[in-house]
């Protein structure tokens, strides 16, 4: 039985791992801090996580507790990280320290343990590119710098004369969040000691994932629960912009899946890996469908705000993906979506996305 260690492996995202992996025969031990944000006040371990799964409680900034994790474990999946793009801006010291320092931890520990450690992924973020890649009026590949304040105060949210376009892992990274620069450390991070010690290691730059358990307890969590909640709550999903920029979202089982295919696969080397549907659709259209779904009479509330920071439009270029690990996506989003509301309506119909607007506003970053 192989051992595998999973930080964060709690979370909306880890908990679909740590169970898949369990199903899959590795002897898996998690360590989490069972974050309030994410988990509640209570801070309990979620109940579907399976019996038999190794749960620690604890920081993974705690060097001494992860070393002796690691020691114990040939395989790393590190998914523990502060999440949340808006929030990074004005919660600077606790993502740098959660996000830089914890992966710094961690990768001594691993060091330390440098002749058994056999594998290393990492969860990291699309957040990392800034604006995704586009094609100019001459139809070159282009990546315009990022978007001009004044001109989105006058509800100008386009590029002029540029066309979106499926974004590749060699985009030259343009990250606009601290959350964004930690992600882009770690990669960085980790692939040097992978390389250095002949570690494969791979790196999972996510798009926007989405699923049953989200934390719906984090006013921060993914547009796709926001819009949901709101709905469920008999009010307008809040759309921020037109609702036209582009995204990539992809099914939580579907992303779990490609965790267990990479520790599965036998590849060399370090890899930067797109983990996304291949897929594109526009906010406003993701809001339109809840709405079709949950038989919701209203329409979208289109605010023409913007959030300082946003990007317009980024979705995934998957080819790479598929020839390393040889995964890809099984659940269409109208799939995904079935799911995720199925989940939705048993559990949670409060309207949590007013929290996060008013922190938004409050630091100057809602416009």
């Not at 490609?258 to 520790?263: K, P, W």
Request: aromatic share 10%; glycine share 8%; proline share 4%.
């Amino acid at each position: 039985m192989k051992n595998i260690l999973i930080t964060g492996g709690a979370g909306f995202i880890g908990n679909y791992v740590s169970n898949f992996a369990n199903k899959k025969g590795y002897n898996v031990t998690i360590l989490d801090n069972l974050d309030k944000q994410v988990h509640g006040e209570k801070q309990l371990w979620p109940d579907y996580l399976h019996k038999d799964i190794n749960k620690v409680f604890g920081d993974v900034r705690d060097s001494k507790l992860v070393n002796e994790l690691v020691e114990k474990n040939e395989y790393i999946i590190h998914l523990a990280s502060a999440v949340g793009v808006g929030q990074s801006m004005y919660e600077v010291e606790h993502y740098t320290s959660v996000n830089s320092l914890g992966t710094g931890v961690l990768l001594q520990a691993i060091v330390n343990n440098k002749n058994s450690v056999k594998k290393l992924i990492l969860a990291s973020s699309m957040s990392v590119y800034g604006e995704g890649s586009y094609l100019d009026n001459k139809g070159n590949i282009s990546f315009p710098e990022e978007r001009n304040e004044r001109d989105m105060i006058k509800s100008s949210w386009d590029f002029d004369g540029y066309t979106p376009i499926p974004t590749k892992e060699e985009k030259p990274l343009k990250p606009s969040s601290i959350y964004a620069l930690n992600k882009r450390e770690q990669e960085e991070n980790c692939l040097c000691i992978g390389k250095t010690y002949n570690i494969p290691t791979l790196a999972f730059r996510m798009f926007n994932v989405y699923g049953p358990y989200q934390a719906l307890s984090n006013p921060y969590t993914g547009v796709v629960a926001i819009f949901s909640s709101r709905i469920l709550s008999n009010k307008p999903p809040i759309i921020y912009e037109d609702g036209l920029q582009m995204r990539d979202f992809v099914y939580v089982e579907d992303v779990a899946k490609a965790y267990i295919d990479g520790l599965e696969t036998d590849f060399e080397g370090q890899h930067i890996l797109n983990l996304g549907s291949g897929e594109q659709i526009n906010i406003y259209n993701v809001a339109e469908e809840l709405s079709k779904i949950l038989q919701f009479d209203g329409k979208p509330e289109v605010s023409n705000k913007f959030r300082s920071g946003d990007i317009r439009n980024c979705f995934g270029d998957i080819t790479k993906i598929k020839e390393v690990i040889g995964w890809e996506p099984k659940h269409s989003m109208n799939e995904g979506m079935k799911k995720l509301l199925n989940w939705l309506v048993n559990v949670q119909k409060d309207d949590l996305g007013s929290d996060a607007s008013n922190d938004l506003e409050k630091f100057g970053l809602l416009k």
